[in-house]
């Protein structure tokens, strides 16, 4: 069965760090490419990183670049999201996801900023 289970999700204080990871099984990690996307209560969920089935290119949106670094493991099959100068627009819920020859969604972890 294919699996995508997000982790280290959880309540960090404005400016702090935290590092989504999530694991992958039941399908062939290093032929899909991999991002994160996030949804906030009552907003429509929104791509935040990107990267390539080889790692080789990334990128991000405007609101995260400089602070958020997406990265892959291929012989762990994890992919990660360090986020760094965490502020409180960035409480969402944050979705794993793989895409090849099929689509994968993770179930989604709540991040939330506050102090």
């Known amino acids: 069965q294919v699996q995508l289970v997000e982790s280290g999700g959880g309540l960090v204080q404005p400016g702090g760090s935290l590092r989504l990871s999530c694991a992958a099984s039941?399908?062939?990690?290093?032929?899909?490419?991999m991002s994160w996307y996030r949804q906030a209560p009552g907003k429509q969920r929104e791509l935040v990183a990107g990267?390539?089935?080889?790692?080789?290119?990334?990128n991000y949106a405007y609101f995260v670049k400089g602070r958020f670094t997406i990265s892959r493991d291929n012989a762990k099959n994890t992919a990660y999201l360090q986020m760094n100068s965490l502020k409180p627009e960035d409480t969402a819920v944050y979705f794993c996801?793989?895409?090849?020859?099929?689509?994968?969604w993770g179930q989604g972890i709540q991040v939330t900023v506050s102090s």
């Open positions: 996801k793989a895409r090849g020859r099929d689509t994968y």
């Open positions: 039941g399908f062939t990690f290093s032929s899909y490419g």
């Open positions: 990267i390539t089935s080889t790692g080789g290119i990334q």
